[in-house]
């Protein structure tokens, strides 16, 4: 299945004037949340320690009451800017996907320039740095979990592809209206987690309420819809991020005129946990 050419939102900053209404879109509750592409202001930036000249916006974090698996960061890396020891967490994973620029990723000694569209798994434990070597901002999306490793099952592979490498694989019975890009297989037991980018045409829905174990997180790259959350309908669009707890229903309209497209984030191939966070055992 070909695809066309695709444009990632992504959030530059600024500040609303003091003529711009309060009131929003942005919305928090027990089973879901949005935060609106117009909540990506500067003053909801934050910094990290051994990046330089870098922002960020972390748009999910693991908390009581909201997200329980996994960390997103939306980056913003100035030119010259990076990191050489980016993850300070043992056992955790990554993925990176860019929006904007050009980012060169060093990943166990091999350099890969990325462009708009790259897509990098990041295993735990694995040497890698990031630098933005050219004249322009570079934006991506850092998402980040613990790995939970399985006696006698290799954690995966580190690997660099893109948007553009991966056809997208259409859901059964929907005549390519709704179609998913899948960077790593699905049946791969080593992975424990999956982000993909789900793609709806104009008119595309997912016909009934998803509720399932798996956590969402939603970033919507392109387009427009009308997202089912629980008991409400949200409109969203480019820029828009959504955390969607486990088993809370949802469904999508994509009303058009162009495609519908998300960056997707949900935990995979693991037993539930009986005791830690999130567990009723000790």
Known sequence: MSKPPSTYYAPHGGLPPQTSLMTGRAVFTEAYCVIPKGCFSD????????????????????????????????????????????????????????TEGAPTLTLEGVRHDLEPGGFAYLPPGSAWTLRNKSKVPARFHWIRKL?????????????????????????????????TTRFVDPADLAHDMHVTIVTFQPGGVIPFEETHVMEHGLYVLEGKAVYKLNQDWVEVEAGDFMWLRA????????????????????????????????????
């Open 43 to 98: 003053i909801v930036t934050s910094f990290l320690p051994g990046w330089t000249d870098t922002r960020m916006w972390l748009i999910a974090r693991p908390m009581s009451g909201f997200s329980e698996t996994f960390s997103q960061y939306v980056m913003e890396v100035a030119p010259g800017g990076g990191s050489d020891k980016p993850e300070p967490e043992a056992g955790a994973e990554g993925v990176i996907f860019v």
């Open 147 to 179: 790995y939970e490793p399985v006696p006698g099952l290799p954690a995966p592979k580190a690997f660099v592809t893109s948007d553009r490498a991966v056809d997208p694989a259409p859901m059964p019975d929907t005549e390519g209206r709704w179609a």
């Open 247 to 282: 088993y809370c229903p949802q469904a999508c309209y994509a009303a058009g005129p162009g495609p519908f497209r998300y960056l997707l984030y949900k935990d995979v191939n693991r037993h539930a946990r009986l005791r830690g966070t999130g567990a009723f055992g000790r």
